[in-house]
């Protein structure tokens, strides 16, 4: 399910559960509405630029431009300036006037993910650009007009952050306008199966191969899982699975290697997490389960360990070291025979 830089639309959605179509059908009537703000809520991993870039190439101003910011991954002292630009000389190191990106979107959209990130600093002048439609770059004296549509991106409640005042109240009301709320995978695990076979499909085309297909203990494996991470989890378990399975045809439950997440009380109390299962491993240790892992995946990659991490969804740093102790351990097993 990746995300298509230009002319995306829901025709091309993945899933034919109920509470996905239902959310596809409330997207579509959002497109005719095309000045007003859209607030998409969802856990990570469920696709929310895919819905907003949807309802973008749906509109009536899909030759405009889509722009999209993480509110997050921005310090919060340049985020001000991305957003509506700065003039030359506005601060230190401002030495040419620089178009914010809500100049930038022209008439098209403006996405704004993780938008409960937003500093607070920054809020009421989103909050006044969205009511007057009207800008000042840093370091100006006078005002622009803007002409783009808002959506903004969510993977916790804002009724939350505002609680806990983190987030603006009538902010919160001027983005609320357009509520699309996006099913998690496990509300619509009809779609696993099939968003599983998409994707094994899409590997075989990048590789021109048959599409290989999922033994019934694969199935059921993918379909006892809770996936926290959504789709984008699942995409990473089925392209792990496509190099662990090397030549075969079939993917095995064993090639399916699901990470758990447990939390702190769960760890206190011995419960298993609802909706997940303990999968027999022979009796083998969470070490040697890991180093298994990455023994298997660095085979599979020819020793890459970038895209060994990356398939195995750890960091490159984590699977250094763990290569290192397999070392050392392997020394020390050589030292002592």
Known sequence: MSLQPQGFTFDRVVGRSVELRQAIDFARRVTQAHTSTVLLL???????????????????????????????????????SELFGHEAGAFTGARVRKTGLMELAGCGTLFLDEVHQLPLNVQPKLLRALEERRIRRLGATQEVSIDCRIMAASNVALERAVEDGEFRLDLFYRLNVLRLEIPSLRQRRGDVEVLARYFLSEMAREHEQT???????????????????????????????????????????????????????????????????????????????????????????????????????????????????????????????
Request: aromatic share 2%; proline share 4%; with cysteine.
């Open 211 to 337: 599409p290989k297909t999922l033994s019934s203990d694969a199935q059921a494996l993918l379909q006892a899982h809770a996936w926290p991470g959504n789709v984008r989890e699942l995409k990473n378990v089925i392209e792990r699975a496509h190099v662990l399975s090397g030549a075969s045809k079939v993917i095995e439950a064993a090639h399916l290697l699901i990470q758990r997440r447990t939390s702190r009380s769960t760890l206190m109390s011995g419960a298993p997490l609802a909706g997940e299962i303990e999968i027999p491993l022979s009796g083998k240790s969470l070490r040697e389960i890991e180093r298994e892992a990455v023994h298997l995946t660095l085979s599979a990659t020819g020793g890459n360990q970038s895209r060994a991490a990356k398939l195995l969804g750890i960091s490159r740093p984590t699977l250094a070291r763990i290569v290192r102790e397999m070392s050392s351990d392997s020394i020390r097993l050589v030292e002592a025979s």
């Open 42 to 80: 969802g856990e990570t991993g469920t696709g929310k630029e895919m819905f907003a870039r949807g309802i973008h190439y749906e509109g009536r101003n899909a030759a405009a431009p889509f722009v999209a910011i993480n509110c997050a991954a921005i310090p919060d002292a340049l985020l001000e």
